[in-house]
């Protein structure tokens, strides 16, 4: 009896040091270490979910917003706002009990959402980075994109996505604990064949073909941007503005998600020991960064976001509104000589037709106005 007492104290004892052995394990930073990226992932939520939700709010309120273009740009703004819900939220709980608190099963599905959000964050830009070079190269084409075409371009992205990201569940590769365990992500340490074959074929397909198709893109498009300048003396501001805002774009992912890919490949094909647990949170967090930057690129270079946040915020671009006004009455007086005339002045409609053209050519971020003052004239402007 006294035997089977001190076996079971034994194994007791066992489990309970076994424990705090585990314990010990998961804490593989300082509590300032902890402190620092708890309060890093704070802002990067905080950040990320407003400046997000800002534009999607803007997007819903204006419905000239939904060109084509914007469509693609939504899913990124969709995707970005999804990390800062579906990500940020369990890191943060985790740096703060300086460790992973939510089992294997949320690790994996965490691990899951965060690469199929990244790789469809990439292959959103490099669609809109071709998406540019067949406008700017062939601006004369007959079958534009559409939005029918862009909603086939973003479940296309989501399907590729998918491709590279289900695996794990399927035995190809795994979705562990990783940065100091306050997260998940694919297995990048473990050396062994599987895991190599993988970490290749995510990194063939979600970085290489990805970025392969954005610098073919963006060397067509300077190459012929500048053939057009030389050629016309200038290149068009609104083609020019909008093909910037998206190399920005670029850019700022590269930035965030650079370091991160470099450690990912240290770690598969170097000596991981060399990576400390605390060094590795660093690009972690730089990458999860990046849904911060998009948002801001886009109210800062695209007029039309610009003008409908304006509006609903309630400051009217007084410049703006005065060219509106200014060309709606012009063109309501020359409709009205023209309509006075029965035999019809032909010069006086391409006048009209020319200054219509300038001006939208002009007008930066007037579409707003100019909409609500052409409704006033549409009797006037439908005989045009």
Known sequence: MTQILLERVTNTTRRVLATNYEADEDVLMTEAGYLAASVTLFFI????????????????????????????????????????????????????????????????MYGFFMAILGISSITSLAVLAYERYTIVSKPFRN???TRKGALYLVAGIWLYSLLLTVPPF????????????????????????????????????????PMGVIVFSYLHIIFTMRKNQIRM???????????????????????????????????QFGNPSLISPAAGVIPALLAKSSICYNPIIYVALNSQFR????????????????????????VSRIASTAKS??????????????QNF???????????????????????????
């Open 45 to 108: 939520g905080f950040f990320g979910f407003f400046l997000n939700l800002c534009v999607i709010v803007l997007m819903w309120k204006d419905k000239q917003l939904w060109t084509p273009l914007n469509i693609i740009l939504f899913n990124l703004v969709c995707s970005d706002f999804s990390v800062s819900i579906l990500g940020n939220p369990w890191t943060l709980s985790s740096a703060l009990s300086q460790r992973w608190i939510f089992g294997k099963t949320m690790c994996k």
């Open 143 to 145: 079958h534009g994109l």
């Open 170 to 209: 399927l035995g190809w590769g795994k979705y562990v604990n990783e940065a100091a365990n306050i997260s998940c992500s694919v297995n990048w340490e473990e050396q062994s064949m599987n895991a190599m074959t993988y970490i290749l074929y995510l990194f063939a397909f979600g970085l290489v073909v």
């Open 233 to 267: 003396g200038q290149t068009t501001k609104a083609e020019g503005r909008v093909t910037y805002m998206i190399f920005l774009m670029i850019v700022a992912f590269l930035l965030a998600w650079s370091p991160y890919a470099v450690f990912a490949l240290l770690a």
């Open 307 to 330: 003008q409908v946040l304006k509006q609903v915020i309630g400051i009217r671009d007084r410049e703006v509104v005065s060219n509106c006004e200014t060309y709606a009455v012009g």
């Open 341 to 354: 005339n029965e035999t019809g002045n032909r010069m006086q409609m391409e006048q009209v037709r020319e």
């Open 358 to 384: 300038q001006f939208n050519s002009a007008r930066n971020g007037c579409q707003i106005e100019t909409i609500v003052i052409d409704e006033e004239h549409e009797e006037d402007m439908s005989r045009l």
